[in-house]
């Protein structure tokens, strides 16, 4: 889709109603569903963090999702698909503002040049004790992005139609933090399995976006 006509369109995302956990536990294992509803979120005292979802238009002026594919590192998010975030500084005032200088140190996109169209619902990530707070953001005039090397392994530019094609939602065998080869639904973008927080996160976008585009 061009960008100027998407850009439109997903104005009007502002004023619909949030589908919230429906969208999530499309995306979600049986376990996990079942773990959300024998346990509180408030008691585990989650750390909170924010990521951007970044729709951007390339040189031909089609219209791209960011994604990025994080360092392997000591930890349970290494080597995975996400969006551009982080946790939460002393200095942030909101967790937009997180989710806007993390997107800046991470792929170098300056804060002011993101306009913020969208709060999304929040994601509890158990295996790391996070409580995440996405939002859609509109980058209209990209520079090129500047990766954090130390971070950021590559990044993961996907087009907008491939993102909303149903074909490349699938299911597949993975073993996860809390379980061992066990059926998981996911997004297969740009060759990349996209699973678990993500893949809810993106599943409420898909929702939202069907609804104007």
């Known amino acids: 889709m061009n960008f100027n006509e998407f850009c439109e369109l997903a104005l009007k995302l502002k004023n619909l109603p949030l589908p919230g956990e429906d969208s999530h536990h499309k995306m979600s294992p049986q376990l996990r569903i079942q773990w959300l509803k024998n346990n509180r979120v408030q008691d585990a005292n989650p750390r909170r963090a924010g ?11 089609e219209t791209r999702l960011l994604l990025i594919l994080r360092k392997v ?9 996400g969006f551009p975030g982080g946790k939460v500084e002393n200095e942030d005032r ?7 200088r993390e997107t800046h140190e991470e792929v170098g996109v300056p804060p002011k040049a993101v306009e913020v169209i969208k709060e999304l619902s929040e994601v509890y990530i158990p295996p790391s004790n996070f409580l995440v707070r996405p939002y ?7 520079k090129p992005f500047i990766k954090e090397d130390g971070e950021v392994e590559s990044l993961v530019e996907v087009y907008l139609r491939d993102f909303l ?3 490349n939602h699938i299911e597949e065998i993975l073993s996860t933090s809390y379980a061992k080869n066990i059926n998981v639904p996911a997004f297969k973008l740009n060759g990349y399995t996209v699973w678990g927080a993500t893949a809810m996160m993106l599943s409420e976008i898909k929702e939202l976006l069907r609804q104007v585009l």
């Open 51 to 61: 990521v951007m979802a970044l729709f951007y238009p390339d040189v031909e002026q």
């Open 165 to 167: 094609d149903d074909s």
């Open 73 to 81: 590192y000591q930890g349970v998010h290494s080597n995975q698909i």
């Open 94 to 100: 909101d967790l937009m503002e997180t989710a806007l």
């Open 136 to 142: 859609i953001g509109i980058y209209p005039n990209p």
